[in-house]
């Protein structure tokens, strides 16, 4: 008898702890998911936060100088360069405004050529951001390269569009997109995204940068082109 109360403790014994060992495994990976999910909302909010900074930006330069949306457009009339044909050429180009626009401003473009205009590029992804300033600020090619081509940023919108569109599941436009990448760059296809603080730091300090350096190319700009 003494021999099976012990046998019974014994066995209740390892069932309790492995009932506390499950347990805590079990919180164990919730935590890990629960650090996951919020290291991947901080790089979304990374990547939303400095494309609309860009976005907004370019849009808020045009509106004060509406010269530039002219010059964005192709349709910037240089009387000391053009000849006539070139000069028929820019006259002719059409603006199409959305009708919000005008439901919100009016028939008064002053100061809202940028906002009128916005929707004629695409701030989403770096390639259209670069377009967008490259064809408004035709004169600022250094600085324009130095602000859009950081391999964080674009390891950064890849990572975000992976978590958005693919719920942090490697596909094959990703990993070409990373493949400069020390870490991610090993990663295959069908594995999930290693989400961690390391990486956070990493991209969202590009952002960060980044956007101070868009910020101060716009501000210099507005300063140094308008009285």
Request: charged share 30%.
């Amino acid at each position: 008898d003494t021999t099976d109360s012990g046998v019974a403790g014994a066995d209740n014994l390892e069932r309790s702890w492995n009932s506390v060992v499950n347990e805590a495994s079990d919180k164990k990976a919730a935590i890990r998911t629960t650090f996951s999910n919020y290291y991947s909302s901080i790089l979304t909010v990374g990547w939303t936060v400095f494309e609309t900074l860009a976005g907004d930006l370019w849009e808020e330069c045009l509106n004060v100088s509406p010269k530039l949306a002219f010059i964005a457009c192709d349709a910037d009339i240089e009387t000391d360069t053009d000849d006539e044909k070139e000069v028929a050429r820019k006259r002719k180009v059409k603006f199409t405004f959305p009708r919000w626009f005008f439901q919100d401003n009016g028939l008064n473009l002053e100061h809202k050529m940028g906002t009128a205009l916005r929707d004629k590029w695409d701030f989403r992804g770096l390639s259209g951001m670069e377009v967008a300033y490259r064809k408004a600020f035709w004169d600022s090619e250094k600085e324009i390269e130095e602000i859009f081509h950081v391999p964080e940023l674009q390891w950064l919108s890849a990572t975000r569009n992976l978590i958005v569109h693919q719920a942090g599941i490697v596909d094959d436009p990703f990993r070409w997109l990373i493949k400069k990448h020390p870490i991610l760059s090993q990663l295959h296809k069908g594995d999930d995204l290693p989400v961690n603080a390391n990486l956070v730091k990493e991209l969202v300090s590009a952002s960060i940068k980044q956007g101070h350096a868009i910020l101060d190319f716009s501000d210099n700009w507005i300063k140094n082109h308008t009285s």
